[in-house]
């Protein structure tokens, strides 16, 4: 039985209405839970892109890449462990704004995690937090001893350490 | 006809025409027309009206064939296109028009046909209203198109319709849906035409490499027990010659899937016959034993394979497929030749070595003698009372020659035409291979006789399968197609009955039937039609059948309780196959 770990697949699409569907639904007839999806501008212009993360085998994901580079709008899929890639996660806390000038330990708390203080006003503050997953799994058990109001995660995005020939591919379509 | 074989002015007429002011609705049929469409199947209402106002408008140039039922119109489409090769076309209207059509679009995803089906819709301001009739037809067809779209725009139509049909019959063919509202329809646009030729994120087939081919042809001429399997890729890439003379220079003996059937004559001294859960002993039982299995245009299914685990383990496995998705899918390839069929197998066959394969192909015989003396020659030439399956097949090849079209349906029976109609034409074996869509001949017959009139076209059908698709004897009555229809009554579900015999400790849940007068209700379309119980009267009745210019229904009352054999159990090896 192989090891299950997480993939974080790179699609470049076509910006097409119904797509997210079309490759959602690839998974989802798999039985195959996603973790985290992201949809973007790419670096190429016109050309999108889905981060996805998700939990399988490297022989399943195998066959995923292929069926989702079988739909007729993806332009090309890659798969890549986590030491590939660099990636990042975010997330917003709302919390009450008293307790930032009644709790002395919020104030180091923001300044040890590197979080920023996005706005302020009387009731409450939002504190954005980029990185890898555990630094924010960190910030929120430490806040949510004071009480958060709201929370709320992005997805993974990830660049790879290597090239991914996309420009190139598309070029060859135009000659 | 496709666009190639118009006639140069009438070709003229549609690449250069200058821009016309026309309706969506228009410039839809313009498109068909532009794409060589010559029949559509389809069934009118409210969000596809303005269409079929237009059809009035140019029936002298596209045939619109009204089916019973929209699943009707998606089968025969598929008939059309299976045995002409080119694009079936189905139409209805939004809401259960839509959804009525998802069961032949599951099928032709699946079995790889090509088909564009057009959808109409409610007006876009009435999107997500939960208006009347409105469905997500693009949302539900999704996971079982090839590609799908909708248009609220008049302007998108062209360029739409011309991506769908090149999508739909490019690379490894499939379904398109196109959704197109109501006030696009409506919409008037300076129309103009132009064929789709690429679309860039799609890549129909993949580059070669040659390195594979060299190394394909290395292993295959080192080979001492090589067999090949071709599925129906050999079909749609139109690389029967191919297949064949590569069989005959490398002495290869090859077996095909249930699609892929008909591509090389039944007859070819190098055909051994089908694999699978009720293919033929030898070629199941060798898959274990040849040193090379080289598959050509198929995909490995359950039902070929048998249990995964325990398939041609000992074999070195090549792969020629156009789809890269399905290599290593199901069974791991050791050389997978990626790209067209034809062009693979006429490229390679300078690289193999003529040979013979004798002792090797004499196993396919002795296994053989087995299997006729175990099954074969019992159900062709019964001694029981009862009349069996198989020796109605055997009759209509006697009267057919070898040169008819057999459409199946799903079943005992199907199972039974497959093994032992016999096929010297190409394209002539028309089943539901992948989905198993009961219900599928009868339409699917339609669409194979308009598309090929001058073929005999005959669908065997049985009695459960027939009565799912029933209505389209009305298709049959109003465009008085000249097909034969064979319907083997078992009273059962032949194969669910089966099933239960063998593995539910015969407790028939819901497998008997009890089942109408056929014969009376085939004449209430009048369509002459006959009953046959006996072994006497059966040649007779084929004869009378074949003979017949018109529409010709025959039900044959066969045993109730005969099983299909050989038979791999569901989960077995393919060399576990029961002969009994």
């Known amino acids: ?175 | 006809m496709t666009m190639e074989e118009l006639p140069t002015m009438k070709k003229k007429q549609y690449l250069e025409q200058p821009k016309e002011r026309i309706s969506g609705s228009e410039a839809i049929v313009r498109c068909l027309l532009a794409e060589g469409v010559d029949i559509i199947y389809g069934y009118p209402g409210g969000a596809i009206m303005p269409v079929y106002d237009e059809l009035y408008k140019y029936q002298n140039e596209i045939h619109h064939v009204l089916t019973r039922h929209e699943q009707g119109a998606t089968h025969a489409a598929q008939g059309y296109a299976r045995i002409s090769g080119k694009v079936g076309v189905a139409m209805a209207t939004s809401g259960p028009g839509a959804t009525n059509l998802i069961t032949g679009i599951a099928d032709a995803q699946i079995d790889s046909t090509p088909m564009v089906c057009i959808t109409g819709q409610v007006a876009s301001h009435l999107l997500g209203s939960d208006a009347f009739q409105e469905t997500d037809i693009v949302g539900i067809s999704t996971p079982v198109t090839k590609w799908n779209h909708q248009i609220t725009k008049a302007a998108e139509i062209p360029e739409v319709i011309a991506k769908a049909f090149y999508i739909a019959r490019s690379g490894r063919p499939g379904p398109v849906l196109i959704d197109i509202t109501k006030d696009a329809q409506f919409e008037e646009f300076d129309f103009q035409y132009k064929k789709c030729d690429g679309v860039r994120s799609y890549i129909p087939v993949p580059k070669t490499d040659k390195g594979s081919l060299n190394l394909a042809a290395e292993i295959i001429n080192g080979a001492k027990k090589p067999m090949i399997i071709w599925g129906q890729g050999v079909i749609l890439a139109h690389a029967e010659e191919q297949l064949k003379a590569m069989m005959e220079k490398t002495g290869i003996p090859a077996a095909w899937t249930i699609l892929g059937a008909s591509a090389i004559s039944t007859s070819h001294p190098l055909n051994i016959g089908m694999v699978g859960m009720h293919g033929n002993y030898a070629p199941n039982v060798l898959t274990n034993d040849c040193d090379v299995l080289i598959a050509i245009g198929m995909r490995f299914d359950d039902r070929v394979t048998g249990k995964l685990d325990e398939y041609a383990k000992q074999a070195k496995i090549i792969h020629f497929e156009i789809d890269p998705a399905e290599v290593d899918k199901n069974v791991k390839t050791d050389v997978a030749v990626l790209g067209d069929a034809k062009d693979n197998l006429t490229k390679i066959l300078p690289l193999l070595e003529t040979k013979t394969h004798h002792s090797w192909h004499q196993k396919f015989k002795d296994l053989y003698a087995i299997e006729f003396e175990k099954v074969i020659k019992n159900d062709l030439h019964p001694t029981k009372d009862g009349l069996t399956m198989g020796e109605v097949l055997n009759e209509i090849n006697s009267k057919s020659g070898g040169n008819a079209a057999i459409v199946s349906d799903v079943g005992q029976h199907q199972m039974i035409t497959c093994r032992y109609a016999d096929f010297n034409v190409s394209k002539s074996n028309i089943t539901s291979g992948g989905l198993g869509t009961m219900g599928f001949a009868l339409p699917a017959a339609i669409g194979a006789k308009m598309a090929a009139p001058n073929r005999e076209v005959i669908a065997i059908i049985g009695d459960g399968g027939y009565q799912m698709t029933i209505q389209e004897l009305g298709t049959i009555f109003q465009q008085k197609t000249a097909v034969k229809i064979v319907v083997l009554n078992n009273n059962f579900l032949g194969m669910v009955r089966q099933w239960q015999q063998l593995f539910f400790n015969k407790r028939y849940a819901s497998t008997e039937m009890t089942n109408p007068d056929f014969v009376t209700i085939a004449k209430g379309y009048q369509i002459q039609a006959r009953r046959v119980s006996e072994r006497k009267d059966l040649g007779y009745a084929i004869e009378e059948m074949m003979k017949s210019q018109d529409a010709y229904f025959l039900e044959v009352c066969v045993e109730k309780e005969d099983n299909v054999f050989p038979m791999v159990p569901s989960g077995a090896s393919v060399s576990d196959i029961r002969l009994e």
């Open chain 1, 1 to 175: 039985m192989e090891i299950k770990e997480l993939f974080t697949v790179s699609i470049y699409t076509e910006n097409h209405i119904g797509l997210l569907n079309r490759i959602s639904a690839i998974f989802q007839r798999r039985h195959i839970n996603i973790e985290s999806l992201n949809t973007s501008v790419s670096e190429i212009e016109g050309v999108s892109r889905f981060t996805i993360l998700v939990k399988m085998t490297e022989k399943e994901v195998k066959k995923i890449i292929g069926q989702i580079e079988k739909q007729v709008e993806v332009i090309k899929a890659f798969y890549h462990t986590d030491d590939e890639t660099i990636y990042q996660e975010s997330c917003l806390f709302k919390i009450k704004s008293d307790l930032l000038f009644e709790e002395r330990q919020i104030q180091n708390i923001i300044k040890d995690s590197n979080a920023r203080i996005v706005t302020v006003n009387k009731a409450f503050f939002v504190l954005e937090k980029s990185g890898r997953r555990n630094e924010i799994e960190l910030l929120h058990r430490e806040l949510s001893v004071f009480g958060i109001m709201q929370f709320v995660r992005s997805g993974r995005i990830a660049v790879t350490k290597d090239e991914m020939k996309i420009t190139e591919m598309l070029a060859a379509f135009n000659n």
